[in-house]
């Protein structure tokens, strides 16, 4: 059963599988899916623009991923989602920003192979904010205060332990750019602390000193019967970071990064907040690639790319310490 609607100013899904008399089990059995999103319009209110979504499944007992597997309720079987977030974007003398407020748990789906469940946010409560502060300045700051607590059935351990995170993440920079180069210092500030259920408070406070710049030079060719633009983009970043012993602080929401094309050319090799490489490194590639002039598709992308470290990198996916 599946129910969908759409107003002017909210719409969604709600899905419903039910099996009143499963005889095998010998119980009633259901998934409910939802999925809601809205915007809230009132006039001159100051909710005006706030938007909000609901979305999420749940399932009526552990087995349900066996039984049903192409029910397709999450990527993952046996991790279903249940989130609610509200945001409000806004300018004001400090700049454009957005507000934003999140809750995130999970149920798990345990048998008799036991999983590891991710944290639970509840809540997520965050401030993203841009701004130019000077002749060519800008500063990004992100914050955001965290509850990471475990699914039921979950037990926290020294090992993964329950608590609350606040961070912050600023970054000022100065570009210079012209239609085909850029040049873009910059600094970076990761603050971080940690009140963990059952232990001692910690903080973490790491500087990144960057620059980035790169140019972007095209020329007109024919090939393959059609006239295509033929672009060299190359780039060169340099990034350092002190390092700092993260030994103590607990991991939440770290995880190393894919390898690829873009994550090389980060300065961080971690993603989220609670882990933050230490870096005295300098990437330099560049890209090709060819685009029908006609209708602007890319037909072909081509890169080399090369990091150079001037010292071992200590807190690594490979070796956190």
């Known amino acids: 059963l599946e129910f969908r609607y759409l107003e002017p100013s909210f719409g969604g899904t709600i899905g419903l599988d039910l099996w009143p008399d499963d005889r095998v089990a010998g119980r009633e059995r259901h998934a409910v899916?939802?999925?809601?999103?809205?915007?809230?319009?009132?006039?001159?209110?100051?909710?005006?623009?706030?938007?909000?979504?609901?979305?999420?499944?749940?399932?009526?007992?552990?087995?349900?991923?066996?039984?049903?597997?192409?029910?397709?309720?999450?990527?993952?079987?046996?991790?279903?989602?249940?989130?609610?977030?509200?945001?409000?974007?806004?300018?004001?003398?400090?700049?454009?920003?957005?507000?934003?407020?999140?809750?995130?748990?999970?149920?798990?789906?345990?048998?008799?192979?036991?999983?590891?469940?991710p944290y639970q946010r509840s809540p997520q409560i965050g401030l993203r904010l841009d701004r130019e502060v000077g002749p060519g300045l800008r500063i990004e700051l992100e914050t955001e205060l965290n509850r990471f607590t475990l699914p039921p059935g979950s037990v926290a351990t020294s090992l993964r332990p329950t608590g609350s995170r606040w961070h912050a993440v600023g970054t000022l920079t100065r570009p210079w750019r012209d239609s085909a180069w850029w040049i873009v210092p910059g600094l970076t500030l990761h603050a971080a602390s940690y009140d963990t259920d059952g232990q001692a408070s910690r903080s973490l406070t790491v500087p990144t000193i960057s620059l980035d710049a790169g140019a972007a030079f095209e020329r007109e060719t024919q090939a393959f019967g059609r006239s295509l633009r033929q672009t060299l983009e190359p780039r060169i970043r340099y990034a350092r970071t002190p390092f700092r012993d993260q030994s103590a602080i607990p991991n939440y929401d770290a995880a190393g990064k894919d390898f690829n094309f873009t994550s090389i050319y980060a300065d961080n090799a971690w993603s989220g907040i609670d882990r933050v490489s230490d870096s005295h490194q300098l990437t330099f590639g560049a890209t090709s690639r060819l685009v029908d002039s006609g209708n602007g598709a890319e037909l072909l992308r081509v890169g080399l790319v090369q990091r150079m470290l001037f010292r071992p990198q200590r807190v690594s996916p490979d070796d956190a310490s």
Do not use: C, M, N
């Open 33 to 117: 899916r939802l999925q809601h999103e809205g915007r809230v319009d009132a006039g001159s209110s100051w909710l005006t623009g706030t938007t909000y979504s609901l979305q999420g499944s749940h399932v009526s007992d552990d087995d349900w991923w066996k039984d049903f597997p192409g029910t397709g309720l999450s990527f993952t079987q046996r991790l279903l989602s249940q989130q609610a977030a509200l945001e409000r974007p806004f300018e004001s003398v400090a700049g454009r920003g957005l507000l934003y407020a999140r809750v995130q748990r999970w149920q798990v789906l345990q048998s008799a192979d036991a999983i590891v469940s």
